[in-house]
């Protein structure tokens, strides 16, 4: 490389061997878009299942996390390649439609890939590949639908959805626990859930973890927990039947917007100030008493003087909430966020059975519990654990669960899981694939291939011989044309997903298997990659 100058003085580059230098095109740059998509299937594809590994990863500022949900991995890799990105992408897409299943739909992208690649070996066009796999989709599809079935439940009988909360749970950190926290989550969702309009809003169930305690000691909150305490140490811990005034303006004298000063040159005139200032904070705190406010929690903070009367007042109070709280204590109590102290009103206060404030361990730390509130449409989800990296993978994991809970009140139509829905399609799309005359049927054959890799890698993580695995379970399911056989990844003792209880939602497999197929024809589609430096 050297450095050169042209007639005007600008500085340029000259490359050496720059002229040797040539760009991927055809079908050498759809190999290469290829192997970058199978690199980073390969990194997930470990991660697959309930005896799937996990990835510690470690972020430049040294922050390390431990997980084995997809999308976090992929969220939290520095990936350059464009096609990889077209991977995380796929994955964060899962996740925001479906919230499961995020690992298994970049393993069967990468599947596809590699099949298609042969393919491309054999000389088959890759539009006609594209189309091949466009057509076996929607076989699989289909086929999902014909094998699916529905369950009733109610605020009554939860099981059908802790079992298939459990089945999501099964495959992360906490499956120790995954029967108590999925109970959490289907609680927690149903009690946001409006089931006439079959919609659930998640945005109302909050989680929050601190570290300490044991993950058993996870538990569902009807109500709002805020991580401050009371402002005044000699304030009472527990109100019952409380009256709430939830302020978003400060305890302090107003201030004039232009720039001020006040001069005091006698003992008088301070005097004087001091009692107005005094006079209005009396006037602040008998407003939040003459409307029959208990508890008055602000957005803001207050001096020492405004503390100590509200104390002497036997007013509690809490200060320095953050907005999403107020938020949601404004939703759960049933009250109004008030801007000014003139326009709070008996209506606007909110209403909770109890409000008392923890104190956890040995230490220092200290919460409020907003319970039994006027409108129990309000949850929490509180979590303990042994440290912060284990709060953060439990986030995650009931995460999962709850999107997996909300998706079936949406749809409650299930498939088996441990592979037994991907065996069944892959047996129905090869069957499909003799009735297409063109080249096609050869991308419709390759995709029932595709389709055994997510079984096949559930079974290679589990210590299983993958392909003898497979084969008899293939075998069973043809001979006894039973959809519900899969990989025994637990060591149950039987193949039958229906009696191990393993359940996925329809909707999340189906939406598996059209954004893999969508992906991977846009990947196949691209046969130039043109950089900055090739304009």
Not at 370 to 381: D, K, L
Request: charge should be negative; aromatic fraction near 4%.
């Amino acid at each position: 490389m050297a450095l050169a100058f042209d007639e005007f003085g600008r500085p340029f580059i000259i490359i050496k061997e720059q002229e040797q230098k040539t760009r991927l095109r055809g079908i050498e740059a759809q190999k290469a878009n290829i192997s970058a998509g199978k690199a980073v299937a390969r990194i997930l594809r470990t991660s697959l299942g309930p005896k799937g590994m996990d990835k510690m990863l470690q972020s430049p500022d040294g922050d390390v996390t431990i997980t084995n949900d997809g999308a976090t991995i992929l969220e939290q890799m520095d990936v350059d390649n464009q096609i990889a990105k077209l991977m995380v992408e796929l994955s964060r897409s899962q996740d925001y439609e479906i919230g499961d299943g995020t690992t298994g739909v970049v393993v069967m992208a990468g599947a596809l890939l590699e099949q298609a690649e042969r393919l491309l070996e054999r000389g088959i066009h890759p539009i006609r590949v594209a189309e091949g796999y466009e057509l076996a989709s929607r076989i699989a599809v289909e086929h999902l639908e014909h094998i699916a079935q529905k369950f009733d439940f109610g605020p009554t009988n939860i099981e059908p959805l802790v079992q298939t909360c459990m089945t999501t749970l099964s495959s992360k950190i906490v499956n120790r626990c995954k029967r108590p926290l999925a109970e959490i989550s289907v609680k927690a969702v149903l009690s946001v859930a409006d089931l006439e309009r079959k919609d659930v809003n998640l945005d109302l169930i909050k989680v929050e973890g601190k570290v300490g305690g044991k993950l058993e000691d996870t538990e569902l909150i009807y109500g709002i927990t805020v991580d401050k305490d009371m402002s005044h140490p000699q304030m009472p811990k527990q109100i019952e039947d409380a009256k709430i005034a939830i302020l978003t303006c400060p305890f302090e004298p107003p201030k004039p917007k232009t720039k001020h000063k006040v001069d005091i040159d006698t003992v008088e005139k301070f005097q004087t100030l001091r009692l107005q200032e005094q006079k209005y904070f009396d006037d602040m705190v008998q407003k939040c008493k003459d409307v029959g406010a208990t508890l008055v929690i602000c957005q803001w903070g207050f001096d020492d003087e405004a503390n100590h009367l509200l104390m002497h007042r036997n007013l509690p109070a809490v200060r320095w909430v953050g907005g999403v709280e107020l938020e949601l204590i404004a939703i759960a109590t049933g009250g109004r966020i008030v801007p000014r102290f003139q326009e709070l009103t008996p209506e606007k206060l909110g209403r909770a059975g109890l409000v008392r404030e923890k104190s956890f361990g040995t230490t220092k730390d200290k919460m409020l519990y907003i319970e039994h509130c006027a409108n129990s449409r309000a949850v929490t989800i509180f979590i303990r654990g042994g440290n912060k990296m284990m709060i953060e993978e439990t986030k995650r994991s009931i995460h999962d669960a709850l999107c997996v809970a909300r998706n079936l009140i949406r749809n409650n139509s299930i498939v088996y899981g441990g592979g037994s829905a991907e065996i069944s399609c892959s047996i129905a799309v090869e069957a499909a694939a003799d009735k297409y005359p063109g080249v096609e049927q050869y991308a419709i054959r390759a995709f029932a291939d595709a389709l055994d890799a997510v079984p096949m890698a559930l079974a290679e993580n589990s210590g299983l011989q993958p392909i003898e695995t497979l084969s008899a379970v293939k075998s069973e399911q043809i001979k006894e044309n039973n959809p519900h056989f899969g990989i025994d990844c637990n060591d149950v003792g039987t193949n039958d997903m229906r009696e191990q209880n393993v359940f996925e939602t329809l909707i999340g497999k189906q939406q598996q298997i059209l954004l893999a197929t969508q992906v991977v024809k846009m990947i196949l589609k691209i046969d130039d990659v043109i950089s900055p430096s090739d304009y």
